[in-house]
């Protein structure tokens, strides 16, 4: 009797350490668990906030949904630019639009040719910012300008520019090429691009690595499409030409950009949009074109218009316009 009451209580007795092992166990992974979630959204919020203008599918986190596409829009917008053709205030446009999370795209005219223009100083500044990915000293150097660079004067005034002999930063001379489209620092970029090796020209390599195949220097003046360079301002949203920290770099300067009577004037004021406009003026036409990335706050979209026409000043209404319609359409879709 007594060796069975012994043996009951020695059976009860391991049972009850197997239990609180398995408690012990379960609350162990239970605790590891609820440690390693913590630190996953801690690293998630990091990287969000430390990358706020990249693409937020590739910055930190995955996931995808189909959506809707947007022919029947098109064919609206394309009716409406035919209207602005027949009441003179354009004589061509090209739409270029492309949903950036995960969604469809369109085009009007797409494969039309423009001149680039100041629109080439995108290109310019990723060539900079991909030399100091290496030589991040390159960034601090001074350039000093002497008035003697050759290059296109400024079409519209910009309100800083390099003035001769005074000496700026690359990086400075980056953020006036950019925010406020200054002629005289894109010069003097281009010429420091070209010290830094003299066999191996860097601003070519990079325009074709960007599918910009006819140089701006050659003899062909309309020679770059609304998708084509489109195409760079989703590398820079990827990431996928320069390094996370450049390509934030570069979206920030362009988020600066002081231009606002072209993409600009169709949004609302809180609504951030990395952009840059190019101008051309010749004997018979005047060209306007703004492109960039908006960042609706549920669906980032890139979005570049390329114009035709005789007046400037109704060139960038109709790209105002285009700018608000797009929106519209998007912000109602969420």
Same mark, same amino acid.
């Given at each position: 009797?007594?060796?069975?009451?012994?043996?009951?209580?020695?059976?009860?007795?391991?049972?009850?350490?197997?239990?609180?092992?398995?408690?012990?166990?379960?609350?162990?992974?239970?605790?590891?668990?609820?440690?390693?979630?913590?630190?996953?959204?801690?690293?998630?919020?990091?990287?969000?906030?430390?990358?706020?203008?990249?693409?937020?599918?590739?910055?930190?986190?995955?996931?995808?949904?189909?959506?809707?596409?947007?022919?029947?829009?098109?064919?609206?917008?394309?009716?409406?630019?035919?209207?602005?053709?027949?009441?003179?205030?354009?004589?061509?446009?090209?739409?270029?639009?492309?949903?950036?999370?995960?969604?469809?795209?369109?085009?009007?005219?797409?494969?039309?040719?423009?001149?680039?223009?100041?629109?080439?100083?995108?290109?310019?500044?990723?060539?900079?910012?991909?030399?100091?990915?290496?030589?991040?000293?390159?960034?601090?150097?001074?350039?000093?300008?002497?008035?003697?660079?050759?290059?296109?004067?400024?079409?519209?005034?910009?309100?800083?520019?390099?003035?001769?002999?005074? @000496?700026? %930063?690359?990086?400075? $001379? =980056?953020?006036?090429?950019?925010?406020? !489209?200054?002629?005289? +620092?894109?010069?003097? /970029?281009?010429?420091?691009?070209?010290?830094?090796?003299?066999?191996?020209?860097?601003?070519?390599?990079?325009?074709?690595?960007?599918?910009?195949?006819?140089?701006?220097?050659?003899?062909?003046?309309?020679?770059?499409?609304?998708?084509? @360079?489109? %195409?760079?301002?989703? $590398? =820079?949203?990827?990431?996928?030409?320069? !390094?996370?920290?450049? +390509?934030?770099?570069? /979206?920030?300067?362009?988020?600066?950009?002081?231009?606002?009577?072209?993409?600009?004037?169709?949004?609302?004021?809180?609504?951030?949009?990395?952009?840059?406009?190019?101008?051309?003026?010749?004997?018979?036409?005047?060209?306007?074109?703004?492109?960039?990335?908006?960042?609706?706050?549920?669906?980032?979209?890139?979005?570049?218009?390329?114009?035709?026409?005789?007046?400037?000043?109704?060139?960038?209404?109709?790209?105002?316009?285009?700018?608000?319609?797009?929106?519209?359409?998007?912000?109602?879709?969420?």
């Amino acid at each position: 009797m007594m060796g069975r009451m012994f043996h009951a209580a020695n059976a009860f007795r391991q049972k009850s350490h197997l239990t609180r092992g398995f408690v012990v166990l379960i609350t162990g992974c239970l605790l590891l668990s609820t440690a390693w979630i913590t630190v996953a959204r801690l690293r998630l919020s990091l990287c969000h906030s430390r990358y706020t203008l990249l693409n937020p599918l590739r910055r930190c986190s995955d996931g995808n949904e189909m959506k809707r596409e947007y022919e029947a829009f098109r064919d609206e917008l394309l009716l409406w630019t035919e209207q602005q053709k027949m009441n003179g205030a354009i004589t061509h446009a090209s739409i270029y639009f492309r949903d950036l999370d995960g969604g469809p795209w369109f085009g009007i005219n797409e494969e039309e040719k423009f001149s680039a223009a100041s629109l080439l100083k995108v290109p310019i500044m990723m060539a900079v910012l991909r030399q100091a990915e290496t030589h991040p000293e390159i960034l601090t150097q001074e350039l000093g300008y002497s008035g003697t660079l050759e290059g296109q004067p400024n079409i519209f005034d910009p309100s800083k520019t390099v003035l001769p002999g005074e @000496y700026l %930063s690359v990086e400075e $001379l =980056l953020r006036r090429m950019i925010v406020y !489209s200054d002629n005289s +620092s894109k010069e003097l /970029l281009k010429a420091r691009l070209l010290s830094l090796n003299e066999q191996n020209d860097l601003l070519a390599q990079t325009y074709h690595d960007l599918g910009i195949f006819a140089l701006p220097n050659s003899s062909i003046d309309n020679f770059i499409t609304v998708k084509t @360079y489109s %195409s760079i301002f989703r $590398l =820079l949203f990827n990431a996928s030409y320069l !390094s996370k920290e450049m +390509s934030q770099k570069a /979206l920030e300067l362009l988020s600066a950009a002081e231009f606002r009577d072209g993409l600009v004037g169709g949004l609302p004021t809180a609504i951030t949009i990395a952009h840059k406009f190019g101008v051309r003026e010749l004997p018979d036409q005047e060209q306007l074109h703004d492109c960039g990335i908006v960042f609706h706050p549920q669906t980032p979209y890139l979005i570049c218009v390329m114009t035709r026409g005789k007046d400037l000043n109704m060139l960038a209404n109709v790209i105002r316009d285009i700018s608000r319609k797009v929106y519209q359409e998007v912000d109602v879709r969420n």
